[in-house]
């Protein structure tokens, strides 16, 4: 069963910068798994950010950009707000069969 | 405005059947595919499924074959995930996604979510 690895836990000071990254278990993260992130807050449904690596949704702010690092795809926030606080998903493509999440981290602002 | 509204909360005793909704609407509901996701309490997202509501094709999850079925009514713009016979272990909150194509998997629309309890 393929599984997909993030931090469990980061911390970040406000307008400071952190990169989470998502690992899948098979090998290298490519393109080709257009990998897709997701910011929830608690008691909130999950809200897309990111998908096919770097492409944003017309409501992802600025400050949020996806990339693929050292065989990973990472998610960069720059100039971290308080309001950044969250757990945050990646989901990696399989197959049209077999999309799998990642564990989440949780994002703490101190 | 572009939105899928789910299903009340549901209380359910193990063994019983269930079928929850996702109601579309302010777009074209049989052009854009339907996805559910489930998160268990305190617990990661998992994907469970998509089906395309314009030619019913559906994908499952290898983990929720044969566990849940999926479907839609498009004269009413709903899809469906639904279960002949609950357990213990699907009390989660089941959310419903849009995605307007698999060829470049995005999810642009999340449902509120619809928690569904079993406990006998």
């Known amino acids: 069963q393929t599984v997909v690895t993030q931090e469990p836990s980061l911390t970040v000071s406000p307008g400071g910068t952190v990169t989470l990254t998502c690992a899948s278990s098979?090998?290298?993260?490519?393109?080709?798994?257009?990998p897709n992130w997701f910011q929830q807050k608690p008691g909130q449904a999950p809200r897309s950010l990111i998908y096919?690596?770097?492409d944003k949704h017309s409501w992802t702010p600025a400050r949020f950009s996806g990339s693929l690092l050292g065989g990973k795809a990472a998610l960069t926030l720059s100039g971290v707000q308080p309001e950044d606080e969250a757990e945050y998903y990646c989901l990696l493509y399989f197959s049209n069969s077999a999309w799998v999440f990642g564990g989440g981290t949780k994002l703490t602002v101190l | 405005e572009e939105q899928l509204v789910q299903s009340g909360a549901e209380v359910k005793k193990p063994g019983e059947s269930l079928k929850i909704s996702c109601k579309a609407s302010?777009?074209?509901?049989?052009?854009?595919?339907i996805g559910w996701v489930r998160q268990m309490p305190g617990k990661d997202l998992e994907w469970m499924g998509v089906i395309f509501p314009g030619d019913s094709d559906t994908r499952y999850s290898p983990s929720f074959q044969g566990q849940v079925i999926i479907s839609v009514d498009k004269s009413i713009s709903t899809a469906y995930l639904q279960w002949s016979s609950l357990k213990a272990s699907d009390t989660a909150m089941y959310y419903c996604?849009?995605?307007?194509?698999?060829?470049?998997?995005?999810?642009?629309?999340w449902g509120k979510g619809t928690t569904v309890t079993v406990s006998s």
């Open positions: 098979t090998g290298e993260v490519t393109s080709a798994y257009y």
């Open positions: 302010g777009y074209r509901f049989i052009s854009y595919w």
């Open positions: 096919s690596t770097n």
């Open positions: 996604v849009r995605l307007p194509t698999l060829t470049i998997p995005r999810m642009d629309v």
